[in-house]
């Protein structure tokens, strides 16, 4: 949602908001010239970084299939990564419990032998 302060900044310059390419918002204004054509011209209001952008909903959506189990070739598949090694890469740090499986096998392992 947009501040109040922005909505009444945008009510008195601009004739439109315009929301183009990566959801930068930007207000636009149309006027005549003593020529009598018309100029447009915009200015960026906000510009979301990569954390408050579509990247983010990546990054979420992979963590929750990761701590869901889900495999990292079936996610670098839906990510659409090329290379199932990338997506290990970039997503480790969202899998806490990475060995734990196998820590637990190998302890009911020496368990059993004991």
Known sequence: M?????????????????VVGRGRLLAETTRRCPSGSRVRS??????????????????TYASVMLEAGESIVSLAMWLGHSDPAFTLRTYTHFMPQAGARGLSAIEAWFTDLG
């Open 2 to 18: 947009l501040s109040s302060h922005l909505m009444s900044e945008v009510a008195q310059t601009a004739d439109r908001l315009v």
């Open 42 to 59: 915009r200015r960026v209001l906000w510009e979301p970084s990569r954390e408050l952008g579509f990247h983010v909903l990546r990054h």
